[in-house]
């Protein structure tokens, strides 16, 4: 066997620990006879399991028991048009415009009412998180709209923005249980697990129980409707049942090294390592304003195309793959999500160290 350090954006690393209880229950699930990919998912044993992958997820992110929890499908694109069908019912919402994601997420809800732009960091290509302590929110909107970690450009709103009391919706997807997070203060989180989680096709929503109702937008399919999923447990449909059964994975792999909280302690110190060689560099160099750097996305530049497509390359046969940058940006990018060693930064850094000895 031979990995290698992976430092993709998602689909991404997942924890070695993982892969192997994965491989181990593979043939047999617990003596059922069968894998996870094979069961019914009305079957008792799929029933412990996502049962299990819920309350697991509960305990690691501390939800409120005011919040229901829904593993879906569909990817965060699905939510994008879940979001404004179920919540949108003044047809307004303000969007604070950091990224392609976040615009994307926009688009859509201007189909189904009015997306105003509350603030935006395209003046200076998305590589800050704008200042949302006094934004124009008016009282008809329903909700305000976030994409807390901006997996293209690699910022994070490290504070959350003054909503005036309206809703906070926050697209969680590259920093999904990264850090603890005060669940209360939102409305409603989502996030494609494929970033920091899982494997690709689940996306999980946390959304509190007043939201979940009938009273959504006329048109909108029942499999959207969050009170349809909610009523089922996730199980209106045929779930991904094997990705909720990695998550699960996940989320016993999570509590058991320290919860959210040692998570984060680690994420700070890897991102820490690269950021401290980055300000110090003459070759490489950061593209995000300090007080917006994401720990999960870590995106950087020599200045010359061709040195930074040789050093994508030599990082590659030095099993550091999967770093050249989002094609919008260019240059290189670091996903340093929650299964990423610190090791594998060290590693980086290193290699950086001797790229720019070689190529100054
Ligand atoms: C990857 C990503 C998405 C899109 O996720 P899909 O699961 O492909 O729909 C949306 N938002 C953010 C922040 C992402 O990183």
Redesign the pocket.
């Known amino acids: 066997m031979s990995r290698v350090y992976n430092f993709a954006?998602?689909p991404a690393v997942l924890p070695l620990e993982v892969l192997q209880e994965a491989k181990d229950d593979l043939l047999d699930y617990k003596g059922c006879g069968m894998s996870v990919m094979e069961m019914s998912h009305r079957s008792k044993v799929f029933d412990d399991i996502i049962k299990e992958a819920e309350a697991d997820f509960r305990k690691v992110l501390n939800v409120p028991d005011n919040y229901k929890v829904l593993f879906l499908q569909?990817?965060?694109?699905?939510?994008?048009a879940a979001i404004p069908m179920n919540l949108m019912k003044n047809r307004k919402a303000g969007f604070v415009i950091t990224?392609?994601?976040?615009n994307?997420?926009c688009q859509e809800a201007a189909i189904y009412g009015e997306a105003v732009e509350l603030a935006s960091s395209k003046d200076k290509t998305y590589t800050y998180i704008p200042d949302c302590s006094d934004l124009p929110i008016t009282d008809d909107m329903d909700y305000v709209y976030i994409?807390?970690?901006?997996?293209?450009y690699g910022t994070k709103f490290w504070t959350l923005p003054n909503t005036k009391g309206k809703l906070l919706v926050s697209?969680?997807?590259?920093?999904f249980l990264s850090e603890p997070v005060d669940v209360s203060k939102y409305g409603l989180i989502m996030?494609?697990?494929?970033?920091n989680v899982g494997p690709?096709?689940v996306?999980i929503v946390v959304v509190r129980d007043d939201l979940v109702t009938d009273d959504v937008l006329p048109g909108t399919p029942t499999i959207m409707k969050y009170k349809t999923q909610a009523d089922k447990d996730s199980l209106y449909n045929t779930p991904n049942c094997w990705g909720i059964y990695m998550c699960g994975l996940v989320f016993k792999w999570l509590l058991r090294t320290g919860g959210l909280e040692e998570r984060k302690k680690i994420n700070v110190k890897k991102a820490q390592i690269l950021y401290d060689y980055l300000d110090q560099s003459k070759l490489f160099k950061g593209t995000v304003e300090k007080g917006s750097r994401s720990i999960m996305?870590v995106p950087f530049v020599t200045g010359n195309k061709d040195l930074d497509a040789k050093f994508v390359a030599e990082a590659e046969q030095n099993g550091l793959v999967n770093i050249k940058g989002h094609r919008t940006v260019g240059g290189m990018r670091a996903s340093l999500y929650n299964a990423m060693p610190i090791e594998g930064v060290q590693k980086l850094v290193e290699f950086m160290d001797k790229f720019e000895r070689e190529n100054r």
């Open positions: 954006a998602g569909g990817g965060a694109t699905l939510q994008f990224g392609n994601w976040a994307k997420a994409c807390e970690n901006n997996t293209i697209d969680q997807s590259s920093c996030a494609g697990v494929q970033k690709a096709g996306v996305n």
